[in-house]
């Protein structure tokens, strides 16, 4: 067996990046909104270049086989056998069933203290799950043969028909769901589109962390169904080569296409890795988008994974880069690890979102709505006020509270919440 | 038979835990005491699983 490990280099001078941090976000500091690129973060905070060499040195060394050096994210991969990787952690590996993992937390040497934060894929007991919500709603009565254009109609003249707020609902299969309509007006947006912001422009856009590929035409049929406009979506493949499409592409395509349909004017950039921490370090060391979205959670990884992790996103925060992380829709009990299936499956004691748990990432709660059915088909679960200006239910700031924090976006004249 | 069986079963078990231990006193001595142990760098989970007595296939 060929373990391939990922060793996590730490980053130095904590404090001083707490100070960086705060000062980013403070109207009367001289550092307020002046964001680093990634290469100036990794001048300032990340491993010298010797030191990262001296590492890969020693991995050589103990015969590991180094596959890639990533210096603005701060990792190493290498390929080791089971022996060579137990001689040089000085830990031991063990399997039972399908699972495998070391005993006991790995050495390094003295001298890498603190420059080694994590030692990953000494194990196989972790996973990871999209948070998207899989449930099959019950069908209900047929629709009217033209509700798509009475759809299109709702949007453009929200005013048209009070009342019926998050109609239309899309029949799927015979099932009614929700559509990128109903999500628009729950969350209050279709006045921000129907003044023209439709999100900002290139060359920001919301960048997508994801472990699965997607058929493109899937994404075509979204826009066009929805008349929406085409998508100004970039694939970007951080290992050079696709993972191919797996059980996630659900997540990858709600993602896709709900960013777009929340944001029609915004480019989309889609970072598909096999491994989600690739995806998730590549779209901040790209520093091409000014939000990115992650909707996973992981789960039975060791704290020391977290810790890699957060270095990651506290450089995304000194970049102005805002982080969203789905929370999921488990509750409390959050994500546990299955052992028997190396999937991860719902809690029964308190699980936080580690991830979404981090001080540098905004926490996206999940939301699950309830709708109701008039005698026509249309969810009549929100009402709005009258006019221009109603107001339904959604996420809205209140007064004296501050944009979302760390976002670039929030500098610039559009914005897209 | 059964007996048999639980027999040969217990005696690979307790092989497979000598062995472990030896390989453990191996690498400790191979890489050297005294370097920097990464907290919290293991599954937890692991000791959730039982008796582990495989040593995985090297």
Redesign the interface.
């Known amino acids: 067996?060929t373990l391939k490990i990922t060793v996590v280099l730490g980053i130095h001078d904590q404090a001083k990046l707490d100070r960086l941090l705060a000062d980013q976000q403070n109207p009367s500091s001289a550092e307020y909104h002046h964001w680093l690129t990634p290469a100036q973060f990794a001048r300032r905070f990340g491993p010298a270049p010797e030191q990262t060499d001296a590492v890969v040195q020693w991995l050589r060394g103990q015969g590991l086989q180094v596959m890639s050096i990533n210096r603005l994210g701060r990792t190493i991969d290498a390929a080791a056998?089971?022996?060579q990787a137990?001689?040089?952690?000085?830990?031991?590996?063990?399997?039972?069933g399908a699972?495998?993992?070391?005993?006991?937390?790995?050495?390094?040497?003295?001298k890498?203290?603190?420059l080694?934060?994590?030692?990953n894929g000494?194990?196989n007991?972790?996973a990871v799950m999209p948070a998207g919500l899989r449930r099959q709603l019950p069908a209900t009565s047929a629709r009217s043969p033209n509700w798509l254009t009475l759809a299109l109609a709702d949007v453009a003249h929200p005013e048209a028909d009070e009342g019926f707020a998050s109609a239309p609902d899309v029949n799927v299969g015979g099932s009614i769901t929700f559509g990128p309509f109903d999500i628009e007006t729950y969350y209050n947006e279709t006045p921000l589109i129907t003044g023209g912001n439709s999100g900002t422009a290139s060359p920001d856009c919301v960048a997508l962390a994801e472990d699965s590929d997607y058929l493109d035409s899937a994404v075509s049929l979204f826009a066009t169904g929805f008349s929406f406009p085409s998508f100004n979506i970039t694939r970007v493949l951080p290992s050079g080569t696709s993972p191919g499409i797996n059980g996630d592409e659900t997540e990858a395509l709600l993602d896709i296409d709900y960013a777009h349909a929340t944001a029609p004017a915004t480019p989309v950039n889609v970072y598909v890795n096999s491994s989600l921490y690739t995806s998730i370090q590549s779209s901040i060391t790209d520093n091409k988008c000014g939000a990115i979205s992650i909707s996973f959670g992981y789960c039975?990884a060791?704290?020391?994974?977290y810790t890699g992790l957060d270095t990651l996103f506290a450089q995304a925060a000194s970049q102005g880069q805002s982080v969203f992380v789905s929370t999921g829709d488990w509750g409390a009990a959050g994500l546990a690890?299955n052992?028997s299936t190396n999937t991860c499956a719902a809690g029964t004691t308190l699980n936080p979102s580690e991830m979404a748990a981090s001080p540098h990432v905004t926490a996206v709660g999940g939301t699950t709505f309830t709708p109701q059915w008039d005698a026509s088909g249309n969810d009549i679960s929100v009402v709005c006020g009258a006019g221009r200006n109603r107001k339904c239910v959604g996420i809205e700031r209140r007064r004296g509270e501050p944009d979302f924090p760390q976002a670039r976006v929030a500098s610039r004249s559009r914005r897209t919440e | 038979m059964r007996t048999a069986h639980k027999l040969t079963w217990m005696a690979g078990a307790i092989a497979a835990i000598a062995g472990?231990t030896l390989?453990?006193s191996a690498?400790?001595s191979?890489?050297?005491v005294?370097?920097?142990?990464?907290?919290?760098?293991?599954?937890?989970?692991?000791a959730?699983?039982?008796p582990?007595v495989?040593?995985?296939?090297?």
């Open positions: 067996m056998s089971v022996a137990e001689g040089a952690f000085a830990t031991t590996i063990v399997e039972h699972s495998y993992g070391n005993t006991a937390d790995p050495s390094v040497p003295a890498f203290a603190g080694i934060v994590a030692i000494l194990d007991m972790h039975g060791s704290s020391s994974f690890y052992s | 472990w390989a453990i690498i400790a191979a890489a050297g005294g370097g920097a142990k990464l907290a919290n760098n293991h599954p937890a989970g692991l959730q699983l039982g582990v495989m040593q995985i296939q090297r």
